[in-house]
């Protein structure tokens, strides 16, 4: 079974504070996703990868950086916190073209 | 661009009742299409998807979708619905590079 893992279920962080996530994949998959997920909102996505220390911008960028330093890991990048940054963040893998599978998510609270 | 509108937000649907949750697409080529669903505190689930051929599609809990191009819709169904059926459902299309836009979602409720 593939098993994509984030590193943490909830996190509370205070504005201005610089937060990691972090995602590990175990399939040697090319792609990895992050999103973020709002009521009323669906999955919006923030970055993707198709390859070790490739990016791309999503729909939603602004505010974010991501990391792929290893295929099976990709972080996101929190520069400085805001409050409208409260969210859950998904990430999520793929090959090329195909199915995307999701992580458990991490429910972020930014006060 | 690519969208995908999922016009009900809420449904709610008695157990044992069949169950229609409906999706239209906005795609300039032939689309990928998947349907996912969320139980609470849960990451998403693939339930099924349509890459070509049979344009009725299987998928896993007793779901079906069926894609009508003449429509642009993929909509997802259930015979006869389970409390466990509770949860929320995404639609979403794909490119050939893999980036999925998602509907907003469709939050089913099963009441008794």
Not at chain 1, 73 to 102: P, V
Not at chain 2, 7 to 14: E, L, M, N, R, Y
Not at chain 2, 34 to 43: A, D, L, R
Request: glycine fraction near 8%; include cysteine.
């Amino acid at each position: 079974d593939v098993k994509v893992t984030q590193s943490s279920r909830y996190l509370v962080k205070r504005t201005g504070e610089k937060v990691f996530l972090e995602c590990v994949q175990d399939m040697d998959h090319e792609n990895m996703f992050w999103y973020r997920q709002d009521p009323g909102l669906g999955l919006r996505l923030i970055y993707f990868s198709y390859d070790v220390k490739m990016k791309e911008k999503g729909d939603i960028p602004e505010g974010y950086s991501v990391s792929r330093e290893k295929k099976e890991r990709f972080s996101l990048i929190l520069e400085s916190a805001s409050t409208n940054q409260t969210s859950m963040y998904l990430c999520a893998s793929s090959e090329q073209g195909n199915i995307q599978y999701f992580g458990a998510g991490t429910r972020l609270s930014v006060l | 661009a690519q969208s995908v509108t999922q016009p009900d937000i809420h449904i709610t649907v008695s157990e044992g009742a069949s169950l229609e949750l409906r999706c239209n697409y906005s795609y300039g080529a032939t689309p990928y299409l998947f349907w996912y669903v969320q139980s609470p505190g849960q990451g998403l689930q693939l339930l099924l998807k349509y890459f070509s051929g049979d344009t009725l599609v299987q998928g896993i809990k007793g779901f079906e979708a069926e894609f009508k191009r003449s429509q642009s819709s993929f909509n997802l169904r259930k015979p006869s619905v389970h409390w466990s059926d509770a949860a929320e459902y995404f639609c979403a299309v794909g490119d050939s590079w893999g980036k999925l836009q998602f509907g907003a979602g469709t939050q089913v409720v099963v009441t008794p």
